[in-house]
């Protein structure tokens, strides 16, 4: 009779206890899950034989800060992009944003951080002879997030970035243009 009654004590007991410990995982209400990733591109469409902008762009809530390329502090976990693509697709190299530097509670050493919003940029060249009607990119981020007191394990998220290809003659547009700035 006991042991029918052992299960499902342990089992309450394990989720009461988990509570406070998931709690803690949260640092003063973050976690490296706030930090929010997505991909563009600087035309609606890309033609045959044309090179197109792209971005990853990575959104830090306040309160938080990402390392940089080049963080500078000798246990501080670089950004770093890698993007991939079909066959034939061959993107350029990544141009990280301007980094900000700064001391946190955590260190007595500057840091080269990332602070709001850090656009990476990266383009990429279609193939004239690219059979595709569309391409996917494959982006693979890795960075750590902080707070200004402590840092969170390192994180790596995939973006996954989609556009249709047309001929060069077809018509495109510019967009996102807060992201890519305007075009004449």
Same mark, same amino acid.
């Given at each position: 009779?006991?042991?029918?009654?052992?299960?499902?004590?342990?089992?309450?007991? *394990?989720?009461?206890?988990?509570?406070?410990?998931?709690?803690?995982?949260?640092?003063?209400?973050?976690?490296?899950?706030?930090?929010?990733?997505?991909?563009?591109?600087?035309? !609606?469409?890309?033609?045959? *034989?044309?090179?197109?902008?792209?971005?990853?762009?990575?959104?830090?809530?306040?309160?938080?800060?990402?390392?940089?390329?080049?963080?500078?502090?000798?246990?501080?976990?670089?950004? %770093?992009?890698?993007?991939?693509?079909?066959?034939?697709? @061959?993107?350029?190299?990544?141009?990280?944003? @301007?980094?900000?530097?700064?001391?946190?509670?955590?260190? %007595?050493?500057?840091?080269?951080?990332?602070?709001?919003?850090?656009?990476?940029?990266?383009?990429?060249?279609?193939?004239?002879?690219?059979? *595709?009607?569309?391409? !996917?990119?494959?982006?693979?981020?890795?960075? %750590?997030?902080?707070?200004?007191?402590?840092?969170?394990?390192? !994180?790596?998220? !995939?973006?996954?970035?989609?556009? %249709?290809?047309?001929?060069?003659?077809?018509?495109?547009?510019?967009?996102?243009?807060?992201?890519? *700035?305007?075009?004449?």
């Amino acid at each position: 009779m006991i042991k029918k009654h052992v299960l499902p004590t342990l089992l309450f007991l *394990g989720i009461i206890l988990s509570f406070p410990l998931g709690a803690l995982a949260k640092t003063g209400g973050f976690d490296a899950s706030d930090v929010k990733t997505s991909g563009a591109f600087s035309m !609606d469409k890309a033609k045959r *034989g044309a090179t197109v902008q792209a971005a990853v762009i990575i959104e830090i809530p306040d309160g938080y800060h990402v390392n940089s390329n080049k963080p500078l502090g000798k246990f501080a976990i670089p950004t %770093q992009l890698r993007v991939s693509g079909p066959n034939g697709i @061959r993107s350029g190299p990544v141009i990280y944003p @301007r980094s900000a530097l700064k001391t946190f509670s955590f260190s %007595q050493e500057k840091l080269s951080v990332f602070e709001g919003r850090a656009v990476l940029r990266f383009t990429f060249n279609v193939p004239a002879g690219y059979k *595709g009607d569309a391409l !996917d990119l494959h982006a693979r981020l890795r960075f %750590q997030s902080c707070t200004n007191e402590v840092c969170f394990p390192p !994180d790596s998220r !995939d973006i996954e970035m989609h556009i %249709q290809v047309v001929d060069a003659t077809e018509p495109t547009r510019s967009i996102n243009s807060g992201t890519f *700035g305007r075009r004449r």
